[in-house]
């Protein structure tokens, strides 16, 4: 067995502090039923069912209604608290900025008994921007003002959209003042009141303005091809700014690569691992064999269920103990390596990167 005292889970969001029925806990579970079909159904809903009931008192693999039945007795802040600190993660970098009615850091931290650190969405936080600001001068000058204000308290940034679009926000040079006054004009001209920006030119601003700052920026590559970034990884080498990749499911392979191929560029295994449940190892096998040990970083990608916080837990020890168990017993690694390689995975990298010691 492979010790991982400490878990800092890189990248994930809040819980919701709502009562969820079958229904919509379900919905959060993931996407795609089939009409009369569940999403428990899935390797995410049985690694639910197998690691989060005994949390609660019942049995590993219970029925989803009793466990859920369970959940409400027990109410939504005890279940919750129960939930965080059985997953085992000492600290949270929690993401800000989606629009459910999720917990915050401080709450977090609470819960989970743990630390926790805030990583700001950058579209939210131009949005905000945006509806306190009357003019495009106002809104560039206040916008530089509250990224380098974030950055006095926050441990990184956090970019969704550049990818949604094929990838032109992710231009390997900053846009030139005259396009960037153009596209904030348009978007303010014709914007609601909390709507985030789109425009691939305003983006590019927005990372480049994160980028000036010299915190970590994490990229999310969501479910598209993550190729774009390699021209934006290759203008940001050398400006003191981390890069850690985010990569969709199927797509750890090539952020693994990146990241072995750019000393300032670090891949997540989180997204990778917490879908695939009992294919887990296979997975993280993938993302060691690419990309150097330094170079990898635990998280759980959770939003809205705790569950999800200790399904991604459990998934990343397991995992690790049978990729790494395996090699030690083969004789391939020594017990020793495989321990201090264990920490850099589930801590010491995102100490190192994130500035947590």
Request: charged share 20%.
């Amino acid at each position: 067995m492979i010790d991982t005292p400490m878990l800092v889970d890189q990248y994930c969001h809040g819980v919701l502090r709502t009562e969820l029925g079958l229904g919509t806990f379900e919905a959060r579970l993931g996407q795609g039923a089939a009409p009369g079909t569940t999403l428990f159904d899935t390797q995410t809903g049985f690694a639910v069912r197998r690691w989060c009931p005994p949390l609660l008192g019942l049995e590993p693999h219970c029925p989803p209604a009793r466990y859920l039945a369970r959940r409400r007795e027990l109410g939504v802040l005890e279940a919750g608290r129960r939930l965080l600190r059985g997953s085992g993660i000492t600290t949270y970098l929690v993401s800000s900025g989606l629009p459910d009615d999720l917990t915050g850091p401080e709450e977090m931290a609470a819960a989970g008994d743990a630390e926790a650190r805030e990583v700001v969405r950058l579209e939210p936080l131009a949005a905000q921007v945006a509806d306190t600001s009357g003019t495009v001068v106002s809104f560039l000058a206040n916008l530089a003002e509250s990224v380098h204000g974030a950055a006095t308290h926050a441990v990184a940034f956090a970019a969704t959209a550049p990818l949604a679009d094929g990838g032109p926000a992710l231009a390997p040079e900053p846009p030139g003042p005259a396009a960037v006054r153009a596209a904030v004009a348009r978007w303010l001209a014709g914007r609601r009141v909390g709507v985030e920006p789109t425009d691939p030119v305003l983006l590019g601003h927005l990372l480049w303005t994160a980028v000036a700052t010299g915190r970590p920026l994490q990229l999310h590559a969501g479910p598209e091809d993550p190729a774009p970034l390699t021209g934006f990884v290759r203008a940001t080498a050398g400006l003191g700014t981390d890069l850690v990749l985010l990569p969709g499911h199927f797509h750890h392979r090539h952020a693994a690569r990146l990241a072995a191929a750019h000393p300032h560029v670090y891949a997540d295994s989180g997204a990778a691992l917490a879908r695939t449940g009992a294919r887990a190892a296979t997975v993280l096998a993938d993302i060691l064999e690419l990309a150097p040990f330094g170079k990898i970083l635990f998280s759980t990608g959770a939003q809205s269920l705790p569950e999800l916080h200790v399904v991604g837990a459990h998934l990343f020890r397991e995992a690790l103990n049978r990729v790494l168990g395996t090699w030690v017993t083969e004789g391939a690694w020594s017990a020793t390596d495989a321990r201090r390689v264990a920490h850099l995975l589930a801590a010491d990298n995102a100490h190192r990167v994130y500035g947590l010691r």
